[in-house]
């Protein structure tokens, strides 16, 4: 913004008049403002970072050694839904660690697994066209066209989900990616410590965002046991993220790594 | 860009979570009122469209834009706040329209203790954009207004690109 002070203020306004149906205006913000104002004027929706954007971070911070965070084998489609819903995100959260490796074979299969699981909770329409830009953009090598599939495929399912009233499962979806996105995160953070890679799990609103809206659900999914679990490590992971970002340590990454890997298990094998 | 611009029949199926919730409630007040629900429907797409079309320079430069979304209805100089969990280390641009012709909007970048963090903003009729580069990660919020309308209320809708 410029600096107006600095400069007559008739001169300036001239200027400004001459300047303003030419240029880009920009309204003057206010440089403070008490937030305390807003809680009734909110918006209550949280859009959920994807697995990419924190990915980008730790690009720019080392390299990152993508392939071996690859998990092995494919998924079996479960039986609950709840579990449905929190393996389609985390599988989903897995093609972007395939897109940071470049593994377009592998890319491909998560393409595959996004669509088998989405016919398991009836949503399988919503991301067929997806699913083969997936594979198409995968061969290309096109990975941020992958990156915007998958992000696409993420709202689809989640679009369908919303449409079948299925809000509860939809949010389980974001929450699965997340998940799978911090399981990630922590341990590259862990394999070359840095309080800049610390500081990326700083994201207290979100944790918080996650819960509340588990505690919104209904009583019976709740009670279900794996929505049960991943409540109870949001509230144990909830304090240490709260906590200003150069304040995290490396045992804290270790133990919220540790969480998130044993949960995202029971995701993939049904506790198996 | 990866952004498709769904035919009006079948937005419902694309739409955000925050613009559809929006939506649905908004269909409600519609048909209770006896409006034109499908009327409404094209108003709350078009701003979604248009906000694309101003992130679609940035996608230009490399920025990936969030198929995600915000989305709403205000009256002139209401504001809102709208949460955001931001990266130290990308850089961020909000990309905020609508699509009533001849309104102006603004959005600006503050951090959670109330400051202004924009690190450059500009506002071109029916579009607003500010960057910001944060300097921690954490939460910040992104406060959207309406600064001129011919509409009692106007819809509006905001997206970001990061890289």
């Keep these: 913004?410029?600096?107006?002070?600095?400069?007559?203020?008739?001169?300036?306004?001239?200027?400004?008049?001459?300047?303003?149906?030419?240029?880009?205006?920009?309204?003057?913000?206010?440089?403070?403002?008490?937030?305390?104002?807003?809680?009734?004027?909110?918006?209550?929706?949280?859009?959920?970072?994807?697995?990419?954007?924190?990915?980008?971070?730790?690009?720019?911070?080392?390299?990152?050694?993508?392939?071996?965070?690859?998990?092995?084998?494919?998924?079996?489609?479960?039986?609950?839904?709840?579990?449905?819903?929190?393996?389609?995100?985390?599988?989903?959260?897995?093609?972007?660690?395939?897109?940071?490796?470049?593994?377009?074979?592998?890319?491909?299969?998560?393409?595959?697994?996004?669509?088998?699981?989405?016919?398991?909770?009836?949503?399988?329409?919503?991301?067929?066209?997806?699913?083969?830009?997936?594979?198409?953009?995968?061969?290309?090598?096109?990975?941020?066209?992958?990156?915007?599939?998958?992000?696409?495929?993420?709202?689809?399912?989640?679009?369908?989900?919303?449409?079948?009233?299925?809000?509860?499962?939809?949010?389980?979806?974001?929450?699965?990616?997340?998940?799978?996105?911090?399981?990630?995160?922590?341990?590259?953070?862990?394999?070359?410590?840095?309080?800049?890679?610390?500081?990326?799990?700083?994201?207290?609103?979100?944790?918080?965002?996650?819960?509340?809206?588990?505690?919104?659900?209904?009583?019976?999914?709740?009670?279900?046991?794996?929505?049960?679990?991943?409540?109870?490590?949001?509230?144990?992971?909830?304090?240490?993220?709260?906590?200003?970002g150069d304040s995290i340590t490396a045992e804290n990454v270790k133990t919220i790594h540790d969480l998130t890997k044993e949960v995202d298990g029971q995701i993939v094998t049904g506790g198996n | 860009m990866q952004i498709s611009i769904t035919p009006l029949f079948m937005c419902h199926l694309t739409m955000p979570y925050p613009l559809r919730r929006f939506l649905g409630s908004s269909l409600c007040a519609a048909l209770l009122l006896g409006a034109a629900a499908p009327l409404l429907h094209a108003t709350v797409d078009d701003s979604v469209s248009f906000a694309y079309e101003a992130a679609l320079p940035y996608y230009k430069q490399g920025y990936s834009i969030r198929k995600d979304a915000w989305g709403g209805d205000l009256a002139v100089h209401e504001k809102k706040a709208v949460s955001i969990q931001l990266f130290k280390g990308n850089t961020y641009w909000f990309l905020m329209a609508t699509e009533v012709k001849g309104a102006t909007l603004s959005v600006h970048l503050y951090d959670d203790k109330g400051n202004l963090v924009d690190g450059e903003s500009w506002q071109k009729g029916r579009f607003a954009g500010a960057r910001v580069n944060p300097r921690a990660t954490g939460t910040y919020f992104a406060i959207v207004q309406i600064l001129k309308s011919s509409e009692d209320r106007t819809t509006w809708a905001l997206v970001y690109g990061y890289k």
């Design chain 1, 1 to 244: 913004m410029k600096n107006f002070p600095l400069i007559p203020l008739t001169a300036a306004l001239c200027a400004f008049s001459l300047m303003a149906p030419l240029s880009l205006r920009a309204d003057v913000a206010p440089k403070k403002i008490n937030l305390s104002e807003f809680p009734a004027a909110a918006v209550d929706d949280v859009v959920v970072p994807v697995p990419s954007e924190i990915f980008s971070v730790l690009d720019k911070l080392g390299n990152p050694n993508w392939k071996v965070q690859l998990r092995d084998g494919k998924v079996r489609t479960p039986e609950t839904p709840s579990r449905i819903a929190f393996l389609l995100g985390n599988v989903i959260a897995e093609g972007f660690v395939a897109v940071e490796a470049e593994d377009s074979e592998r890319v491909k299969d998560i393409g595959r697994q996004v669509l088998k699981l989405s016919e398991g909770i009836n949503v399988k329409k919503s991301v067929i066209t997806r699913c083969k830009s997936i594979t198409d953009k995968a061969d290309q090598r096109d990975w941020k066209g992958v990156r915007s599939e998958f992000d696409g495929a993420l709202q689809d399912v989640r679009a369908a989900m919303d449409e079948l009233n299925d809000h509860d499962l939809s949010q389980l979806v974001s929450l699965g990616g997340w998940l799978r996105g911090t399981e990630v995160l922590t341990a590259i953070v862990q394999n070359g410590f840095s309080k800049d890679g610390a500081e990326l799990l700083h994201q207290p609103e979100l944790v918080n965002y996650f819960d509340r809206c588990i505690g919104s659900m209904s009583p019976r999914l709740r009670k279900d046991p794996l929505v049960a679990h991943v409540r109870d490590l949001l509230r144990k992971i909830g304090p240490i993220v709260s906590e200003s």
